[in-house]
């Protein structure tokens, strides 16, 4: 089991790290974990696409690495303890960067400075045990035993339960009302047209990059970038220009998230103070009356991802962008809104009578946040109001839309948050009319169930306007009916970033509407979709469409395609909102393949269970022994046990970066 291994992996390999001699026990385990990976794979791949060899060895290595440390940390003669742990620290991250190849040193070195006090704090006070931290990965065979990892809320009973899929949504009619939905802005002050658009870094057309003559088939486009590229100022302005001259009709405006770049190694609290000022200030200018309501991107804080308690010591909590996020809001949201904001990031509030938005700062779902690792039940108080608020709002008979960043099916939110999140989505699914997500910038939508196959509710995504990575701008039109506040209908508004970029300058993108989901079905109720999600596993051709108009019609991706086991993903994604609840993904993607011509069929990935016993004799394990003998050349055995233990680390790296 991976605690059984990961006891002894952390006790040989500690003793390893103090006396500087390998044993052969730690040999023999790391040589058969890492005959188990895929090297490749746990450092491309999502958790959750993971083989279960793949699993066992990151949830096994992330268990024994974290014992590891954190005893290094907190032991009074630990070696990562006392004045020197920064630079110990440090050498031994900048290290492990350079041996894999992870970043360039100036991304590594960026990441550390900026992530090394919350880090330091957190290995030094956090009330969790290295089985807790790991089981907040993705992973079902990493099990949850603290409660304040493993939380339940306390849900009203009063409500009648949920004994069949949500429907009866009125038909379109000319009452209905508009809103806009922005997200993932990614603003980029230092966008630079015609610098370098493919470099070793994570992010760039950047100013910076821009030295000597640059090949120009590399070289960043006016209005974007289909690279790993944010988004000019002037392609904003020219957006926001666009929706105002075309859409003289929004009544309201959701703005879910991200509007710093993606420059991670790189923020500054003044940084993303001028950015959140430049943009939201923008949108003051340009649509001018129109209510605005706004919720906090993971790329907002300083550093990115890094969402503190309120209690978090001063030099480390994100206290002052609360301060700084209210005084820009404060134009659009009611005083009463102040409260929450500066306490956490959310708030509620009333645009008319009947009508309740609440805004969530669901990034204590996140698990790139540093925070959650400290003590998971940080969580539980925004979750708690969220129900609150929900039965305050049921008992008033309004109708309420959810903003959130963070769609909570995805493979990065905290499943056991997600968990809740889904108890009070389906306890109060009668009240909720919408919720609106960001973050992934795919033009996507994710039906919730309940444990009993119930579609109770739909969370909407509108895509991105930045063009990271592969994607044309889009922005989201949804028409919603004035009875029960359902979405009806929405446009998809794009230009073809291609185009527009042969043409520079000279000429403005030509925005065109993309599609309207109506041309699937006129029933976007709960029940609704999920009959379409049948049709969708039926009809090849069908679900292919829907793919090009979740892609934003790019034409990087569709030049590469979707092949079928891509489809069925696709498919499959609509049908998860808790990461870890798959039955109706799972009866979505039989279906598929049951209505695939056997010709084109393909085989789904095997999952095969892997035991390693440990013992102190001879290896017992159900994988194949290493067909060579272990080396015993000391700086070779001595990459194989860094390499093998730094795994989770590089791992947490990657959301890092």
């Known amino acids: 089991m991976p605690d059984d291994v990961s006891r002894e992996f952390a006790k040989v390999f500690y003793d390893y790290l103090t006396t500087g001699i390998e044993s052969a026990e730690l040999r023999r385990i790391s040589n058969e974990l890492a005959s188990l990976r895929s090297q490749k794979d746990i450092f491309t791949k999502d958790i959750d696409e993971l083989s279960s060899a793949d699993q066992f060895v990151v949830c096994t290595t992330c268990r024994a690495t974290v014992s590891v440390v954190t005893k290094m940390f907190r032991d009074p003669n630990g070696e990562l303890n006392g004045p020197s742990a920064k630079e110990k620290t440090k050498k031994v991250a900048l290290d492990v960067c350079d041996r894999v190849l992870l970043e360039t040193e100036e991304v590594c070195l960026g990441l550390f400075e900026l992530n090394w006090p919350i880090f330091e704090f957190i290995v030094q006070n956090s009330v969790a045990d ?7 990965l993705p992973i079902n065979f990493c099990k949850v035993k603290q409660e304040q990892f493993n939380f339940k809320l306390n849900i009203d009973k009063s409500g009648s339960p949920v004994v069949s899929s949500k429907s009866g949504i009125p038909s379109k009619s000319s009452e209905d009302f508009k809103i806009l939905q922005l997200t993932d802005v990614h603003y980029d002050p230092e966008y630079e047209p015609g610098s370098l658009a493919e470099c070793p870094e994570q992010m760039c057309c950047q100013r910076s990059s821009t030295t000597g003559s640059i090949d120009p088939s590399k070289q960043a486009g006016y209005w974007g970038d289909y690279r790993n590229c944010d988004l000019p100022l002037h392609t904003i302005e020219n957006a926001f220009d666009h929706i105002k001259d075309t859409h003289t009709d929004i009544e309201y405006i959701y703005q879910t998230g991200d509007i710093v770049p993606h420059i991670k190694w790189a923020t500054t609290k003044n940084g993303n103070v001028e950015m959140l000022t430049k943009i939201n200030n923008l949108i003051a200018q340009k649509f001018g009356d129109i209510p605005v309501y706004p919720s906090i991107g993971n790329h907002e804080a300083h550093p990115s991802n890094a969402f503190s308690p ?3 010591p001063n030099e480390i909590n994100i206290n002052w962008l609360y301060d700084h996020l209210w005084s820009l809001w404060s134009r659009w949201l009611p005083a009463d809104a102040k409260k929450t904001i500066l306490k956490g990031g959310y708030y509620t509030a ?12 669901n990034n204590d779902c996140f698990i790139a946040n540093w925070w959650i690792y400290y ?16 039965l305050s ?11 959130a960043h963070i769609p909570s099916g995805v493979s990065d939110c905290w499943t056991i948050w997600a968990r809740e999140y889904n108890r009070i989505i389906e306890r109060f699914s009668a009240t909720i009319s919408g919720i609106f997500n960001g973050h992934t910038h795919m033009d996507e939508l994710n039906v919730h169930y309940t444990s009993e196959g119930h579609a109770v509710a739909v969370s909407w995504n509108g895509g991105s306007l930045t063009t990271f990575s592969n994607r044309n701008p889009n922005y989201v039109i949804y028409e919603v009916e004035p009875k029960s506040l359902q979405v009806v209908d929405y446009e998809t508004w794009i230009f073809h970033l291609d185009k527009a970029n042969a043409l520079g300058k000279m000429k403005k993108p030509e925005w065109f509407k993309e599609y309207s989901f109506t041309e699937f079905t006129n029933d976007l109720s709960p029940a609704g979709l999920d009959t379409l999600l049948n049709k969708f596993s039926e009809n090849v051709e069908l679900l292919r469409k829907y793919w090009q108009f979740r892609s934003a019609s790019a034409k990087p991706l569709l030049d590469w395609g979707c092949n079928n086991e891509c489809l069925s993903k696709a498919l499959c994604r609509m049908a998860i909102t808790n990461f870890d609840q798959k039955a109706r993904c799972q009866q979505l993607r039989e279906q598929f393949l049951a209505n695939l011509p056997i010709a084109t069929t393909f085989a789904p990935s095997t999952s095969v269970p892997i035991t390693i016993v440990p013992t102190t004799n ?21 990459k194989t046990v860094h390499y093998t233990a730094v795994a989770f680390l590089l791992l947490l790296a990657r959301f890092l970066a």
């Open 130 to 136: 290295a089985r807790s931290i790991c089981s907040i």
């Open 310 to 312: 309120e209690n978090a």
């Open 350 to 361: 009333l645009p008319k009578p009947g009508f309740r938005v609440i805004s969530l700062n």
């Open 375 to 390: 003590n998971g039940s940080i969580v539980i108080e925004q979750l708690q109001w969220l129900h609150n608020t929900l």
């Open 393 to 403: 709002s049921e008992k008033a008979g309004e109708y309420v839309h959810i903003l």
């Open 618 to 638: 001879s290896p017992t394990t159900t994988v194949p022994e290493p067909t060579e003998k272990p080396s015993t050349d000391t700086a070779t055995a001595a």
